[in-house]
């Protein structure tokens, strides 16, 4: 079974770029996460799907931030404009929608903004 | 405060040794706990869940205090393969939730 793929594994961007971040769960996995670590610090939630509905959106740092899942399929988190602070390892994870705890989690995507 | 604090380390200890880590959760409505196991520059793995009855894996034994809002892993027999930070989460709620994670606890063993 394929697991958790995220796309870049790497993004290099200037500051007031915008960056697209795609993930694909596991199939079959109604729940996506996206969680973000920054340098020092520990791994963030950012924001819950169930299908293609937002189900928790309060860890998103603000409105420069914008998820989707189209079709309760894949997902793509945009960053517009990014800022430096918003460099990190960005990661997905998904969980089918009886479980408790254990959510799959993708690669990450280390994106630097310079 | 954090919501999870874990000490950070590093924990360098020799092959075949026992270590212990610990973890401490401010929540006290937390629901469900977990130990995850990243291997630097991957992603977080699930090591195991944690009981308040306490449960085993192999060499991984982990357990919950509640009234103490504390949490630990014991690894006994310690592998080079074992080198890794080991996070400390827990959830929230209950059901399908956003996990909250400490920074983590390296470990490196050493042959």
């Known amino acids: 079974e394929a697991g958790v793929t995220q796309f870049p594994s790497h993004s290099v961007i200037e500051k007031g770029q915008t960056v697209t971040l795609r993930c694909d769960p596991i199939s079959g996995h109604d729940n996506l996460y996206w969680y973000r670590r920054v340098m020092g610090k520990e791994i963030k939630f950012l924001l819950h799907f169930v299908k293609e509905s937002k189900q928790d959106e309060s860890g998103m740092p603000n409105n420069r931030f914008l998820a989707e899942r189209t079709g309760g399929t894949y997902s793509t988190l945009k960053v517009q404009p990014a800022e430096l602070e918003d460099s990190g390892v960005y990661f997905c994870?998904?969980?089918?929608?009886?479980?408790?705890?254990?959510?799959?989690f993708g690669p990450g995507t280390r994106l630097t903004v310079t | 405060r954090k919501e999870v604090e874990q000490d950070p380390g590093p924990f360098n200890v020799p092959e075949g040794a026992t270590v212990a880590f610990n973890c401490t959760y401010s929540n006290s409505a937390s629901q469900s706990f977990f130990w995850y196991r990243q291997d630097c520059r991957k992603e977080p793995k699930l090591l195991m869940s944690?009981?308040?009855s306490g449960n085993e894996d192999g060499r991984f034994t982990a357990q919950l205090n509640r009234a103490s809002q504390y949490i630990s892993l014991l690894i006994r027999d310690s592998k080079l393969s074992d080198s890794a930070t080991y996070l400390c989460v827990v959830t929230r709620r209950g059901g399908n939730t956003p996990l909250v994670f400490g920074k983590g606890t390296r470990l490196s063993v050493i042959a």
């Open positions: 944690v009981y308040s």
């Open positions: 994870a998904s969980s089918p929608g009886t479980s408790v705890g254990e959510q799959y």
